[in-house]
């Protein structure tokens, strides 16, 4: 079949101050692993989300099996084949996972059988997939493996995948990946967005790639060496990293003993977690999602109060019972892996967030009458935009307006901004184009160059290894020994990560 089972002709999408999509053309034979790439905000999220039917284009033609369709709704575009798997999860918090996937199912599938076919694709995938679950009480890695469990049950023609292995551990990577191809083998078509451009070499066959919301080329993977493809998305080569030299003083965290109840069966109990953090270290926390990092981070900052006072101290003083507000006095700073009502609320204006996570700091954003100093406040947020290049026409925007990887960088910045003493960092490159996943990472290493004390939780090794300094993982609500980051070879991190440690701690980074 020589026709493509879709074709997009000249599909413009305009937003008040841009043009997300200008006259972008596409095309997708069937049995093609297809990809779109370009950096934060080129416009390939709402490329997809006009195909899928959740946004409406201005102009343009979508052509469906050799046929001009109407831009219809999702239900309508479902109908015809069409799957996607949201970066931003489309599932109700409140409900199960085995409700959720059963509301996108046929009226005439029973709940039962729907949690049947579930468990089977989960089983198939290599996943984990709990249908008595709460939604709200997942991790992020286990919301996205949600997501695709729900689409594929419904057996698309077309599979539109948006940055699916963002949080996914690398066994259910490489079981995605060989399903992704036994459906392309099937005649099945699969969009992949990703910006992990070693993963679109390994899996797709072709790229369209887009950069400030136009088609800059079609390319054939195979012809394209991965760092053409990187100045293809960035329109520039792109700068080599440095590993900043870093003088390790005192230690500025200590997590001694420390465990806790779950409040519910969902979450993870933590056992004894035990680490020091010095001035100017990165600590990388490593493991798959689920494994208690979330548990964790939330004890560290505040969010939930631990057991013992001492278990957690800030430059040798307990926090362990202060709230978030009071680790903020303390010096800590966090920047959660939900990015959307946890990082930044989505309906209110870049400075109104930015200005959300600063009380308890020494700025006084207020004068005496209790009035807000809004232009100030204004110039802070416009300076954290231009210092970490988010692309937003100023800080009036909603933060739900920009693309995933610059709100992170917002978030990033916006924390940086305060000088922490101590900084929680939650998947820092989730969804992130390759140029800002090396600003945030060479800005990670500037500020713990400045002496502050870094603990990253990420489920890129890669990341971790490039820029921690020393790494431990966990499992099952457990921390192996503390290693150095270049000690960590993949025999004993795959040991490790299933919660088979051994005692190969190593001594503490020296005071210099």
């Known amino acids: 079949m020589n026709r493509p089972l879709i074709e997009l002709i000249n599909v413009t999408k305009r937003y008040p101050g841009t043009i997300a999509n200008d006259k972008v053309s596409m095309r997708v034979m069937p049995g093609a ?14 490329l997809m989300k006009i195909i899928h039917g959740s946004v409406q284009p201005d102009e343009g033609q979508i052509i469906w099996k050799g046929r001009e369709i109407n831009f219809a709704p999702p239900q309508h575009m479902h109908a015809l084949g069409i799957g996607m798997v949201f970066q931003h999860f489309a599932l109700f918090e409140a409900l199960s996972v085995l409700d959720n996937i059963h509301l996108s ?82 005649g099945r078509s699969v969009l992949y967005i990703s910006h992990k451009l070693a993963e679109i070499k390994s899996l797709c066959h072709s790229a369209t790639v887009l950069r400030g919301g136009q088609l800059v080329a079609d390319v054939a993977i195979e012809d394209t060496p991965e760092q053409e493809l990187a100045v293809l998305m960035t329109g520039r080569a792109l700068p080599s990293y440095e590993h900043l030299p870093r003088t390790m003083g005192p230690v500025k965290l200590k997590v001694d003993r420390l ?19 010095r001035a100017g270290e990165i600590l990388g926390i490593a493991g798959v999602s689920g494994s208690g990092q979330q548990e964790l981070f939330d004890h560290l900052s505040g969010e939930r109060p631990s057991p013992r006072d001492d278990a957690v101290r800030i430059a040798d003083t307990p926090v362990g019972r202060l709230s978030v507000l009071g680790r903020r006095q303390a010096g800590v700073a966090y920047v959660p892996e939900e990015r959307h009502g946890h990082g930044a609320i989505p309906d ?68 940086f901004s305060k000088k922490p003493e101590v900084l929680l960092v939650s998947q820092p490159t989730w969804g992130v184009d390759i140029a800002s996943s090396m600003f945030i990472r060479r800005s990670l290493v500037e500020i713990a160059a400045s ?62």
């Not at 539109?160 to 996914?168: Q, S």
């Not at 700091?361 to 207020?366: E, I, P, R």
């Not at 991190?493 to 440690?501: K, V």
């Open 259 to 277: 465990s806790s109840e779950p409040r519910s069966h969902q979450e993870v109990q933590l056992n004894g977690v035990s680490f020091e953090v």
């Open 348 to 415: 209110l204006a870049l400075d109104q967030n930015y200005l959300l996570s600063q009380f308890g700091t020494s700025t006084s954003w207020f004068n005496a009458m209790g009035l807000l100093k809004v232009e100030s406040l204004r110039a802070a947020a416009q300076g954290c935009l231009r210092d970490f290049m988010v692309k937003a026409p100023d800080c009036s925007v909603t933060a739900g307006a920009l693309s995933g990887g610059n709100l992170q960088k917002f978030i990033v910045g916006r924390e």
């Open 33 to 46: 692993i297809h990809a779109v790439i370009g950096e934060n905000g080129a416009g390939k999220s709402t």
């Open 451 to 512: 002496g502050c004390a870094i603990v990253v939780s990420s489920e890129d090794m890669d990341e971790l290894l490039q820029i921690c300094d020393r790494l431990v993982v966990m499992a099952n609500g457990r921390t192996s020994p503390v290693v150095a980051a270049g000690n960590m070879d993949p025999l004993r991190l795959g040991l490790w990560i299933a919660g088979m440690f051994d005692d190969q701690s190593e001594p503490e980074v020296e005071v210099a």
């Open 105 to 186: 199912m046929p009226k005439e599938v029973a709940r039962g059988e729907t949690g049947n076919r579930a468990k089977a694709m989960a089983k198939r995938y290599g996943l984990m997939l709990r249908l008595d679950a709460v939604v709200g009480d997942l991790s992020v890695g286990e919301r996205q493996q949600v997501e695709i469990i729900r689409c594929l049950l419904a057996d698309p023609q077309l599979i539109i995948f948006d940055e699916p292995t963002a949080v996914l551990p690398p066994h259910a990577i490489d079981g995605l990946f060989q399903t992704i191809r036994s459906l392309a083998a099937e």
